[in-house]
């Protein structure tokens, strides 16, 4: 019955590719869901060039 019903995700082309695979791009969603809100600040730094 679920096969019938499961369908292929659409492929978004302005979306960055930070993943190597599906996999990959699955765990990366999900450690920016946990801990999103504690690297904000640093991924600002890196972007400009700030970082220490």
């Given amino acids: 019955k679920r096969e019938k019903y499961s369908r292929r995700r659409t492929f ?3 979306a ?3 993943y ?3 996999r990959n791009m699955k765990f990366n969603k999900k450690l920016e869901r946990f801990y999103g809100t504690y690297t ?3 991924k600002q730094n890196l ?3 700030t970082a220490v």
Wanted: glycine share 6%; net charge negative.
């Fill in 16 to 18: 960055d590719i930070d």
């Fill in 40 to 42: 904000a600040e640093i």
């Fill in 12 to 14: 978004d082309e302005d």
């Fill in 47 to 49: 972007e400009r060039g």
């Fill in 20 to 22: 190597i695979n599906e």
